[in-house]
């Protein structure tokens, strides 16, 4: 299972982009990176997930470097409910989706 | 209509006492997960099944027993709650049948043992 490493902490105004890092440096050809988001007290949502193709869907882009050794998650117009703990977590096809929750980034957007 | 639903949110008992987490899913997932979050916000599996088989079974003590009457249907037993056992217990579901699985949670049970 491929570690990952996420900043504890970002800021971001609302209305502004948000760009989360996140890095990957050991993934396996076959993981793939997901985006998971935890907004307090409410149970784990996910958000977006992409193999080696930048992704997009309702709620966010996924761009992942050519290496893959890292992406980046974009929230393109940050609200006060995006704030949250977002969770980037590289899982494979056999692991049944046993996601491997680290300790995320803490997103603030504030007004 | 709640995709995934667990009763209670709420569950406040003394050490010792058995307890149930029930959790039920209308999604037609095939796969549904047992997660626990720690006071320090960890969360880490600790079971899961597909077609009521057990798949993952994260060495978790033998007082957790899940029981799955029928694959939308997952529920948590706790035999002789411990201090330790105070934490938030989120159920999940995902497809369960292909490479790329997305799941989806559960509200969440707050279990308090005093």
């Known amino acids: 299972d491929a570690k990952t490493t996420q900043p504890p902490s970002m800021d971001c105004a609302e209305g502004r982009a948000a760009n989360l890092p996140c890095n990957h440096s050991?993934?396996?050809?076959?993981?793939?990176v997901y985006w998971y988001r935890q907004i307090h007290s409410q149970g784990p949502q996910y958000i977006i997930h992409g193999l080696k193709n930048n992704e997009t869907n309702e709620m966010a882009s996924l761009i992942i470097t050519e290496d893959r050794k890292s992406s980046t998650l974009i929230l393109p117009h940050a609200t006060l409910r995006d704030t949250a703990v977002y969770y980037c977590?590289?899982?494979?096809?056999?692991?049944?989706?046993?996601?491997?929750f680290g300790q995320g980034t803490e997103l603030s957007v504030k007004p | 209509d709640t995709a995934v639903s667990q009763t209670p949110k709420y569950l406040v008992t003394q050490m010792g006492n058995d307890k149930s987490i029930k959790c039920e899913q209308n999604?037609?997932?095939?796969?549904m997960y047992w997660y626990k979050q720690d006071s320090k916000k960890f969360l880490k599996i600790m079971f899961s099944y597909n077609n009521k088989e057990l798949i993952i079974n994260e060495t978790v003590p033998n007082r957790f027993s899940p029981k799955s009457p029928d694959k939308a249907h997952l529920n948590l037993h706790i035999n002789s709650l411990e201090l330790g056992d105070s934490a938030v217990y989120f159920c999940?579901?995902?497809?369960?049948?292909?490479?790329?699985?997305?799941?989806?949670f559960g509200s969440g049970t707050q279990l308090s043992v005093l």
């Open positions: 050991t993934i396996s050809g076959n993981e793939y």
């Open positions: 999604l037609g997932h095939d796969t």
């Open positions: 999940a579901s995902s497809p369960g049948r292909g490479r790329e699985e997305k799941l989806f």
């Open positions: 977590i590289a899982m494979g096809p056999n692991q049944g989706g046993k996601l491997i």
